[in-house]
């Protein structure tokens, strides 16, 4: 369950970097798509958290969101060129 947590993390704070970089870029179709994305690892994440009990949790928990969001910062900058690309 401690894996599946650092995922859950991971992908729910990496969701929320890369969507915020949507939303500043009114990228809408994007923001509405990663935003689904966002509830099903919110969903996971608050799913284990209450069934669970360990302080391994808040380890795992915080080593996927710092993950997280600097690869949502990197993912994006790789993103960023082949986005402008395909718009022109």
Do not use: H, P
């Given at each position: 369950m401690?894996?599946?947590l650092f995922v859950a993390s991971f992908a729910q704070v990496f969701?929320?970097?890369?969507?915020?970089?949507?939303?500043r870029d009114q990228r809408v179709m994007m923001?509405?798509?990663v935003s689904w994305f966002i509830s099903i690892s919110q969903?996971?994440?608050?799913k284990i958290?209450?069934?669970?009990n360990s302080d391994w949790l808040f380890?795992?928990?915080?080593?996927?969101?710092?993950l997280g969001i600097v690869s949502s910062i990197y993912?994006?900058?790789w993103l960023l060129p082949k986005i402008?690309?395909?718009n022109k």
């Open positions: 401690i894996a599946i969701l929320l970097g890369l969507n915020s970089q949507f939303v923001v509405f798509i969903y996971t994440y608050t958290v209450a069934s669970e380890i795992a928990s915080a080593m996927g969101g710092s993912f994006y900058r402008k690309k395909d």
